[in-house]
């Protein structure tokens, strides 16, 4: 099993930035490839960013393109979400998300392991 636990989470305004953790422990050498994921009030998660786990190449979903910055410190078994810019239509519980995978997958279903999440407000 692996267990992934994010932190980081806040109430920023617009333009303001914040920087998201997520510290992994377990089985940690079974997942090949990390993810963040997010879900506002009454829609379905979406793909944020994935970075694979050797070699750190990563993708991003276009809405966050340019302002955020997914990073991982294989040492630490940690994952981060540099978020810069934020706007209002961030708001949202933030995922992480791990898979054994190693394609840059963007579906959620692809990811065997999930965090509990942490709200990201970011108010006009």
């Known amino acids: 099993q692996v267990q992934l636990v994010e932190s980081g989470g806040g109430l920023v305004q617009a333009g303001d930035s914040l920087r998201l953790s997520c510290a992994t422990s377990?089985?940690?050498?079974?997942?090949?490839?990390m993810g963040w994921f997010r879900q506002a009030p009454g829609k379905e998660r979406e793909f944020v960013a994935v970075?694979?786990?050797?070699?750190?190449?990563?993708y991003y979903a276009d809405s966050v393109k340019g302002r955020f910055t997914i990073s991982r410190d294989v040492a630490k078994n940690t994952v981060s979400l540099q978020m810069n810019s934020l706007k209002p239509e961030d708001t949202a519980v933030y995922y992480c998300?791990?898979?054994?995978?190693?394609?840059?997958?963007?579906?959620?279903?692809?990811?065997?392991?999930w965090g509990q999440g942490t709200q990201v407000t970011v108010s006009s």
């Open positions: 998300a791990a898979t054994k995978l190693l394609g840059l997958t963007t579906t959620a279903d692809d990811y065997n392991y």
């Open positions: 970075i694979r786990r050797s070699g750190g190449s990563t």
């Open positions: 377990g089985r940690t050498f079974s997942t090949n490839t």
